[in-house]
């Protein structure tokens, strides 16, 4: 396998860890959205694949570390949110790779309302 082949699956197997790690945060109940960085938007070109929005991660010592940016619904009690999607993500990538995640970082972004129905 040639240096760019083996580039081009890495950042596949990356992507679709991403796509797993999102997919297991929006699962959570009280999370509205992923939340796109403005570097997420800089990174945005035309022609290449975008970014998972609201996802970064990067390997050391073959130990995963996660950032991700989420928007909350109003009177969601974060702390305990934050622990239910770090133990949701940790649990879905640990069972897609075998790669054990150091840390999983939560930033709440933002906050929007929950529409009442009557």
Do not use: F
């Amino acid at each position: 396998m040639s240096a760019a082949e083996n580039s081009q699956r890495r950042e596949h197997v990356s992507r679709a860890l991403m796509e797993k790690a999102a997919e297991a945060a929006l699962s959570a109940e009280g999370v509205s959205s992923m939340s796109g960085t403005l570097t997420d938007t800089l990174k945005t070109v035309p022609g290449l694949p975008t970014p998972v929005r609201g996802v970064k991660m990067s390997d050391d010592d073959d130990r995963l570390d996660i950032d991700l940016h989420i928007n909350v619904y109003y009177h969601t009690k974060i702390p305990q949110l934050a622990w239910d999607i770090q133990r949701k993500v940790k649990k879905a990538i640990e069972e897609a790779c075998s790669l054990p995640v150091r840390e999983i970082n939560i930033h709440v972004d933002g906050v929007e309302a929950v529409e009442e129905r009557e």
